[in-house]
């Protein structure tokens, strides 16, 4: 049983996504971004309280902008989502996370060492130039379940 229901054109959206946010960082790095999309999905909490789908998450907007710099910027539809990207995108909505971004709900590149905390959460970890941050504890459990 998948962590989120999702429709196929969510699949190629969040392949699509991943591709377009670490690419550079290989099929590990695409799957620490897919957790952190499917997290968001699954928190209900923060600023991912409306959110309830896949599209919902990748197409959110916060302080008048795209959550994700990939979507700002438009690079989220330059190219279609590979058969290998779509089975990534799969492989998270069908349960798989890990660490860094195992509970993770924000990911950026500071182009430099990764601060302890981003906006206040703190950072778990840290794969190539992506810095992960969760949710300080008792702020958002819903991220841990499921």
């Known amino acids: 049983m998948p962590r989120v229901n999702y429709r196929s054109y969510e699949v190629d959206e969040m392949a699509r996504m991943m591709r377009a946010e670490a690419?550079?960082?290989?099929k590990q790095g695409m799957l620490y971004v897919g957790n952190v999309i499917v997290n968001r999905c699954v928190?209900?909490?923060?600023?991912?309280?409306?959110?309830?789908?896949?599209?919902?998450?990748?197409?959110?907007?916060?302080?008048?902008?795209?959550?994700?710099?990939a979507v700002q910027?438009?690079?989220v539809f330059y190219q279609r989502a590979r058969t290998s990207e779509k089975?990534?995108?799969?492989?998270n909505l069908n349960y798989w996370r890990d660490h860094p971004a195992k509970?993770?709900?924000?990911?950026?590149?500071?182009?430099?060492?990764?601060?302890?905390?981003?906006?206040?959460?703190?950072?778990?970890?840290?794969?190539?130039?992506?810095?992960?941050?969760?949710?300080?504890?008792?702020?958002?459990?819903?991220v841990y379940s499921g």
């Open 73 to 75: 910027k438009g690079n």
């Open 23 to 26: 690419e550079g960082e290989g």
């Open 103 to 142: 509970f993770a709900l924000w990911y950026f590149n500071p182009h430099g060492p990764c601060p302890p905390t981003w906006y206040g959460q703190p950072h778990t970890g840290q794969f190539k130039e992506h810095c992960f941050y969760e949710p300080k504890p008792g702020t958002c459990d819903s």
């Open 87 to 91: 089975r990534l995108a799969k492989q």
């Open 43 to 69: 928190a209900t909490c923060l600023d991912f309280k409306d959110v309830r789908t896949i599209h919902d998450v990748i197409f959110q907007v916060q302080g008048g902008n795209y959550s994700f710099e």
